[in-house]
C-alpha cells in the first residue's frame, strides 16, 4: 500500500509547483507531498543519512550558520518530514526547535523544544557563505520545479544551491 509521506520545505516559498501534492498555508513552509516509494526522495534521504558526519563537522565551524535537520514525525493521521533548527548536538544527542507547525502530526507546534531520535533524520542542512550543504530533499524537490520555479525558489530562498 503507498503511503503519503509530507516534507516541509522552512523556507517561504509561494512558487507553483508543477506537482500536484502541494499544500501552501499562508504563514507556514510550503509542503511538498511524496508517495514513500518516491526512489529520488529515499535516495536523498539515504545520502543525508550517510553523511550526517558532514553535518557534525558543520556544527562545530564557527563559519558555518541556519544548522537544522529534517526529522521524521509519525501518528495515527500520517507522517510529516519537517525541520529542526537551533540544533545542539551534546552527549550523542540532538536537539533543537521544531520551525514550523505541523499539517498532520498535531501533538508539536512551532518552537516546541525536540529531542532529536537520530534514526528519524531525514535530512540535514547549514549554510556556509550563502551556500547549502546537505539539503539532500531540498534538492530532491528543487530538482522537480521549472527552469522559471527554480529561479524564483532560488531567489525567494537566498541560498546558492549546486
Avoid at 509530507?6 to 509561494?14: G, N, Q, R, T, V
Avoid at 550517510?50 to 556544527?59: C, H, I, P, R, V
Avoid at 547549514?126 to 522537480?144: H, M, P, V
Wanted: hydrophobic residues 35%; glycine residues 6%.
Amino acid at each position: 500500500m503507498k503511503t503519503k509521506i509530507i516534507f516541509l520545505i522552512s523556507l517561504l516559498c509561494l512558487i507553483s509547483c508543477k506537482e500536484s501534492n502541494k499544500i501552501e498555508r499562508e504563514n507556514e513552509p510550503t509542503i511538498y507531498g511524496v508517495e514513500s516509494e518516491d526512489k529520488e526522495m529515499n535516495a536523498a534521504i539515504l545520502k543525508a543519512n550517510e553523511t550526517l558526519d558532514d553535518f557534525n563537522a558543520g556544527l562545530l565551524n564557527p563559519k558555518t550558520e541556519s544548522h537544522a535537520l529534517k526529522v521524521k514525525f509519525t501518528n495515527s493521521s500520517g507522517i510529516e518530514h519537517m525541520w529542526v533548527g537551533n540544533i545542539v548536538f551534546k552527549d550523542g544527542k540532538y536537539s533543537g526547535i521544531l520551525n514550523n507547525d505541523p499539517e498532520y502530526v498535531k501533538e508539536y507546534k512551532s518552537g516546541d523544544s525536540i529531542d532529536v531520535d537520530p534514526s528519524k533524520i531525514s535530512d540535514w542542512m547549514y549554510i556556509e557563505n550563502g551556500k547549502l550543504f546537505g539539503g539532500y530533499t531540498i534538492k530532491a524537490l528543487r530538482n522537480r520545479l521549472s527552469e522559471e520555479e527554480r529561479k524564483q525558489f532560488d531567489a525567494e530562498s537566498g541560498m546558492q544551491i549546486d
